[in-house]
């Protein structure tokens, strides 16, 4: 029965049918499924084979288009039930994050923003295609200590190296861990660059955090 469920919110996800994925999720919430169990096994499984549909030209942009808007309204729907499980510890601290300038990916970043923000994290998340001096500037604005870049496109990795470096520039690059990730990214590029932290997916980014957050 779980089983089934999660199989069919992977193919409204496929389909891009926004009203049966909700459908779907919200009756596996009620079955009792778990929030991460739906995202991980069901709506993020639906992506990688819109993905794969892309790669070899049987999908088009207007199909990536809704498979986001299905996988979007089935994430809304697990929210509330992601933040009331997850164990928030007060003062976690503040992170700002986003998708990188070029890219507007938002599904994965916007993810692990409501993670870190159930988790005890105040979040200011930047949105998509953030310029570069965004970063520099919420983070002389609200004193966060941890930077989050998310980066789904090969051409736009290079970006995260160039937010690291206005922070060099800026004379704060001490004041801030600094995490990425993102599908294309890995943990040889983290070092690269000169990134505090890798995270491959956002359960991942939210230990991640926690561990930069104490080494303060
Ligand atoms: Co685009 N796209 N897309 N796309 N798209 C990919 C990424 C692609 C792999 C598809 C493919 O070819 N198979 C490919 C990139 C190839 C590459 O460079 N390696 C691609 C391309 C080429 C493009 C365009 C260039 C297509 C074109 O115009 N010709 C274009 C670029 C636009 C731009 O950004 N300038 C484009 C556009 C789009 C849409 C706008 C149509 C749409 C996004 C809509 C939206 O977000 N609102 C879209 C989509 C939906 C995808 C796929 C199908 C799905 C992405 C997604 O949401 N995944 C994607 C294929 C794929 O990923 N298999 C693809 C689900 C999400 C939960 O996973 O985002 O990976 P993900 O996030 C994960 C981890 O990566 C990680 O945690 C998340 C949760 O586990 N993570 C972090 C992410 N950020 C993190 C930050 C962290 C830590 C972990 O710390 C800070």
């Known amino acids: ?4 469920l999660l199989l069919q919110i992977r193919e409204c996800v496929v389909k891009g049918d ?10 596996a919430l009620d ?8 995202i ?3 709506l993020t499984p639906g992506m990688h084979v819109v993905g794969d549909k892309f790669s070899c030209g049987e ?3 207007p199909h990536l288009v809704m498979a986001a808007r299905a996988m979007q309204a089935g994430m809304k729907a697990v929210e509330p039930e992601l933040k009331k499980r997850q164990q928030a510890v007060k003062g976690a601290g503040t992170a700002v ?3 990188v300038h070029g890219d507007i990916h938002e599904i994965g970043k916007s993810l692990v923003g409501v993670m870190l923000s159930a988790n005890g994290f105040e979040v200011h998340d930047l949105g998509v295609n953030v310029p570069v001096e965004s970063f520099v500037a919420k983070v002389q604005e609200t004193g966060a200590g941890l930077v989050g870049l998310s980066s ?3 051409t736009t990795m290079v970006v995260q190296r160039q937010v690291i470096q206005a922070f060099e520039a800026a ?3 001490d004041r801030v861990k600094i995490m990425v990730g993102g599908a294309p990214v890995k943990q040889g590029w983290a070092n690269e660059i000169g990134a505090d932290g890798y995270a491959e997916d956002a359960t991942g980014a939210v230990e991640l955090a926690k561990t930069l957050a104490q080494a303060g």
């Open 1 to 4: 029965m779980a089983s089934e």
């Open 18 to 27: 926004q009203a049966t994925t909700l459908h779907f999720v919200q009756q």
């Open 31 to 38: 079955s009792g499924l778990g929030p991460m169990q739906i």
């Open 40 to 42: 991980e096994e069901g």
């Open 59 to 61: 999908y088009f942009i």
């Open 97 to 99: 994050i986003g998708t």
């Open 152 to 154: 789904l496109l090969t």
């Open 171 to 173: 004379g704060i690059r």
